[in-house]
């Protein structure tokens, strides 16, 4: 009996020892918050950055279209490229080879039906400091009706815009919360500033 006594005394003593001891209960929440503080952080640096680079993409879908909207009736190349070099500068700091940029004009008719009159988009390529010009995607080519994507207060007849639409692959360095890349992207429209309608490569040959 005298035995028995001594154990649970001993183990009473130890329990309060231990409960009494800081250091293991600080060593104890802290191996419980870690982890939370850990998706919290990097949860947050992921989405911020993620908020930041939308923000400008919506910057360059606005910036594109309102300049080329400035344009005195012709466009050309040369134009193009440095309306959309311009623009892209504004993804800075971040990776300017992830952005892709689409500059379209499109002629709604008297029956307030949209179609695609010209259309162009580009890139920069790793090193480079101007865009390179490229084919749009089919969605956007020269003659698709777009009817459906024009917000109703736009369709104007006999009218043109000037549409943008501007896209950004972000993939989180850290990937510890958003585990795969996703597609930023924004677009915007404008009317010709100046004259009725922008030529490019003689399209349209007349407004």
């Keep these: 009996m005298q035995a028995i006594g001594k154990i649970l005394r001993a183990g009473r003593t130890s329990a309060s020892e231990f409960l009494a001891d800081s250091r293991a209960l600080a060593a104890t929440e802290f191996a419980v918050i870690v982890p939370l503080m850990l998706v919290m952080f990097f949860g947050t ?10 923000r400008k993409v919506t910057l360059i879908a606005r ?17 193009l490229q440095n309306t959309f070099t311009a623009s892209m500068a ?20 008297a029956n307030s039906i949209a179609k695609i009159q010209w ?7 790793s090193g480079a400091t101007q865009a390179t010009l490229t084919t749009p995607p089919p969605s956007l080519s020269a003659g698709t009706t777009v009817t459906s994507m024009i917000p109703s207060t736009l369709l104007l007849p006999s009218t043109y815009l000037i549409f943008s639409q501007v896209s950004y692959v972000y993939t989180p360095s850290v990937m510890y919360v958003l585990k795969s890349a996703i597609t930023l992207s924004d677009v915007s429209y404008t009317r010709p500033r100046q004259v ?11 407004c």
Excluded: R
């Design 45 to 54: 640096v992921e989405f911020s950055s993620a908020v930041a680079i939308d």
């Design 63 to 79: 910036t594109l279209s309102d300049l080329t909207s400035q344009s005195a009736g012709t466009v050309t190349d040369i134009n």
């Design 90 to 109: 504004i993804i800075s700091p971040y990776d300017s080879t992830l952005v892709t940029g689409t500059l379209v004009q499109i002629y709604i008719d």
């Design 119 to 125: 259309s162009k988009s580009a890139i920069i390529s």
């Design 196 to 206: 009725a309608c922008i030529a490019y490569n003689g399209v349209p040959s007349s």
